[in-house]
C-alpha cells in the first residue's frame, strides 16, 4: 500500500501555470506505475496523465503538449507540470499509484483556472 498526498493546487488565471506534487510513502515506489487523475463537478474521473516504473509516459489528448508528468524516484515524488492552463482544466486532481490490482489514491488538490 502506498500513501500519497497532493500539494501544489490553487487559484489560477487563464494561461497560467501550476505544478503539482505527490509525496508518496509505505512501499516501494520505483515499482509503481504512477498517475494524475481529475474530476471536475458532475463529471467523471479522468486520466491526465501516467507514467510507468520505467518512466514511460501517456496524456490525455485534451493536455498533449501542456502538461508533462515527471517522477523523482530518489525523493518518492511526482509531479505534474501544467502550462497554458484553460478553465475546463478546472477539477481536483488525484495522484493515484497502481501495480497490478493495487491502486492507491491521494486525497485531491483543487485547480481553479478563472479570470
Known amino acids: 500500500q502506498v500513501q500519497l498526498v497532493e500539494s501544489g493546487g490553487g487559484l489560477v488565471q487563464p494561461g497560467g501555470s501550476l505544478r503539482l506534487s505527490c509525496a508518496a510513502s509505505g512501499s516501494i515506489f520505483s515499482l509503481y506505475a504512477m498517475g494524475w487523475y481529475r474530476q471536475a463537478p458532475g463529471k467523471q474521473r479522468e486520466l491526465v496523465a501516467r507514467i510507468t516504473s520505467g518512466g514511460i509516459t501517456n496524456y490525455a489528448d485534451s493536455v498533449k503538449g501542456r502538461f508533462t508528468i515527471s517522477r523523482d524516484n530518489a525523493k518518492n515524488m511526482v509531479y505534474l507540470q501544467m502550462i497554458s492552463l484553460k478553465p475546463e482544466d478546472t477539477a481536483v486532481y488525484y495522484c493515484?499509484?497502481?501495480?497490478?490490482?493495487?491502486?492507491?489514491w491521494g486525497q485531491g488538490t483543487q485547480v481553479t483556472v478563472s479570470s
Open positions: 493515484n499509484a497502481n501495480r497490478g490490482v493495487y491502486n492507491d
